[in-house]
């Protein structure tokens, strides 16, 4: 058995990138995260939160850490969306992709994804201290 926690879509306003004149600026950044977490805190016997990963506190952390400065790259931003990720215990590993529209004129859409699985988010914990 495997479970995830998929987020498609959301809508972030970092200010993200820099840009010249001629440059087309996006309008919208978009995140997609996908969470493996043990199956126990999906398939479970008794409805209540104390069963099951509570996300929240997560989407406050990416929508703080989106928004608490410049990032020259949308890469140093997602690295910081997991290295908030490797915080929760519960989280197992990540799946991570962030896009921007538009790139040419008024369209297309252009991501960077990264897969860290869960021996890279365990070596992330442990260079952290936890």
């Known amino acids: 058995m495997r479970s995830t926690i998929e987020l498609k ?3 972030i306003t970092p200010s993200l990138g820099t840009h010249g004149p001629n440059d ?4 919208a950044h978009l995140l997609d995260l996908s969470l493996t977490i043990d199956p126990a805190l999906v ?10 990963f509570d996300y929240d506190p997560l989407i406050r ?7 608490d400065g410049h990032y020259d790259t949308q890469e140093r931003l997602m690295t910081r969306i997991v290295a908030a990720c490797a915080g929760y215990p519960e989280i197992e590993a990540v799946e991570i992709c962030l896009s921007k529209r538009p790139v040419l004129g008024d369209s297309g859409q252009l991501g960077v994804r990264l897969c ?7 070596e992330l914990r442990e260079q952290a201290g936890r």
Do not use: N, S, T, W
């Open 61 to 67: 952390d990416i929508d703080r850490l989106a928004g």
């Open 43 to 52: 398939f479970i016997d008794a409805d209540g939160m104390d069963h099951v």
């Open 9 to 11: 879509q959301l809508k």
């Open 116 to 122: 860290v699985e869960a021996a890279d988010l365990a």
């Open 24 to 27: 087309v600026v996006p309008d």
